[in-house]
């Protein structure tokens, strides 16, 4: 990876990182040395919002968790910080770190689950058209699929796997997303559901299979129940906190009062 392309000037957003601080009671700290870099350090730097120093630092380490980890770190600063070309390199770059992981660890469903979670957000940064040009659609399919073959019992790839149908649905419609890729809001609501069943009390769980529900029916009242327990929930990490204030100013879009 290009290191001095991690490091160029953040254009936009980053006064979101200061306010993150702040709501978490967290203090920023200037960037680590990568060979005194571990997988503690970066779990921390992870879990602080210093995304661009976490995926540095586990990229280095090398090993199929650091590269996880990095991918991750990539995905959620490209996703819910970065702008424009800068959002594009990030999100590539978690692309490629999750393939390494695959590659480097082909039985690991977790690997499997970041890669389908990074080109899914590349996905909704691209477009529906551009990434159905990409081929993104079965890709995320295939990934979610091997991760759920090697671990059935794994709550992210369910959700991941859910929330691929509700997005090709919501992309395509229930007619054209069931006959080209096999899609349908029964297999969205039944890996959601799963997900749920599996950890019913992670925040992100919640989060997120109640905002793919509610893409299948924006008046679900299930859908809204999971939704004010998952806000109503303390965030683990910087993550989970961009998440939660995404969701908040989604249901605010919608017209609703959290």
């Not at 060979?35 to 976490?54: K, M, P, V, Y």
């Not at 297999?187 to 989060?207: F, I, W």
């Amino acid at each position: 990876m290009d290191h001095g392309k991690l490091c160029q000037a953040e254009s936009g957003r980053v006064w979101r990182r200061l306010v993150l601080a702040l709501c978490l009671g967290l203090t920023f700290s200037l960037p680590f040395d990568a060979d005194a870099g571990s997988l503690d350090l970066a779990q921390t730097a992870f879990a602080e919002g210093r995304f661009i120093d976490a995926a540095r630092i586990a990229e280095d380490l090398g090993t199929p968790a650091g590269l996880m980890l990095a991918a991750q770190s990539l995905q959620v600063h490209g996703h819910f910080i970065a702008e424009g070309d800068q959002a594009d390199l990030y999100l590539r770059q978690a692309i490629e770190l999750a393939e390494e992981a695959v590659r480097v660890d082909p039985e690991s469903a977790e690997a499997h689950v970041h890669l389908a979670a990074a080109i899914g957000r590349h996905a909704e940064a691209v477009g529906s058209f551009e990434a159905s040009n990409r081929g993104y659609g079965e890709a995320i399919r295939e990934a979610a699929e091997k991760a759920l073959a090697l671990d059935p019992e794994l709550a992210e790839a369910h959700l991941t796997m859910g929330r691929w149908h509700a997005g090709v649905i919501d992309a395509l419609g229930s007619f054209l997303a069931g006959m080209l890729y096999d899609a349908s809001e029964d297999a969205a609501l039944e890996h959601l559901e799963r997900a749920l069943e599996l950890k019913p009390d992670s925040k992100t769980v919640l989060l997120e299979s109640a905002t793919g529900m509610l893409i299948l029916d924006d008046g679900d009242a299930h859908a809204r129940d999971l939704l004010m327990k998952g806000i109503s929930m303390d965030s683990r990490n910087a993550a989970e906190a961009l998440l939660h204030a995404d969701v908040i100013e989604r249901l605010e879009t919608l017209g609703s009062n959290p």
